[in-house]
């Protein structure tokens, strides 16, 4: 029996989300709302935790800097320990990885036409660990090995939302060539509107929010035709992120196409995904919070 992806998961990485955790502060005021907010997501994922997470996500100048800027780079370890990010690691376990899955990825996706760069050591920050923590919890140790998707959604030229679609649509194929019977989820992260400096510090969009998330649901095809400038000044200079979203997106069964390295047109255009669970929440520290969960219907 091969892999296969079951879910798609989507939620902004703010690191005050992590702080909040690490220094046990969720009960506050400004926090307890979010949390209890989160609380349907856990208990979700309480019940579908998978063998596997391929987790999409932006580092911000930790793994990676200005002298280097990988558009899409998978990692290939065997573990990930949290990034010093200024103020020391944050107290969550070692991330485990899945190096076979990752041999695999690459060995897929590559001859797909997504030239990724090969990570066989990085650290990882904020925006792998704040949604490691926001659907696990604090535990001893995180419940499934990750494989890390690093995107540069930093230096411009960023990829773009077509381009993040297909290659959701190219992790699928390789998750289903994949001879082996794991449960994968695609988690995409990072988001919502949100812009940390200039005059417009402090921009938050919802009626721009809330749309996205309708049509990452309904319409992700049109979707990826929302140029980045569209992104810059709806959502932020930070809410750029989100085009993250599309690459686990294009993960689900319904985006499957028929010009596939597979060529199995049976495979294409599977069942629309349920709606698992929903949050939008504002603020939390300079951004709006957004959490979506897709299961696979087919
Ligand atoms: C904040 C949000 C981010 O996405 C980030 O990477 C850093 C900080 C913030 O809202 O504080
Ligand atoms: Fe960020």
Known sequence: MSARITASVYTSHVPAIGVAMDLGTTDEPYWQPLFSGYE?????????????????????????????????????APSYEPADEGWGARPVPIVGGHPALSAHLAQSVIPQDFDLTLVNGMKVDHGLTVPLSIMFGQPDSWPCPVVPLAVNVVQYPVPSGRRCLQLGRAIRRAVESFDDDLDVQVWGTGGMSHQLQGPRAGLINQPWDTAFMD???????????????DYLREAGS???????????????????????ATGRADRAGGAAPSVAHRLY??????????????????
Not at 240 to 260: K, N, P, Y
Not at 282 to 293: D, E, K, M, Y
Request: hydrophobic residues 50%.
């Open 215 to 229: 049509r990452l649901i309904a319409d992700p095809d049109g979707l990826a035709d929302v140029p980045h400038i």
């Open 281 to 298: 929440h504002v603020p939390a520290s300079n951004t709006a919070v957004g959490q979506l969960i897709l299961e696979d219907r087919s």
């Open 238 to 260: 930070e809410g750029i992120e989100l085009v993250m979203w599309l690459i686990a997106r294009g993960a689900m069964a319904d985006c499957a196409d028929l010009a596939g």
């Open 40 to 76: 349907p997501a856990r208990e979700w994922m309480r019940a579908h935790t998978p063998d596997v997470v391929i987790l999409v996500y932006n580092d911000h100048g930790n793994a990676f800097s200005l002298e280097m800027i990988p558009t899409f780079a998978l990692g290939m």
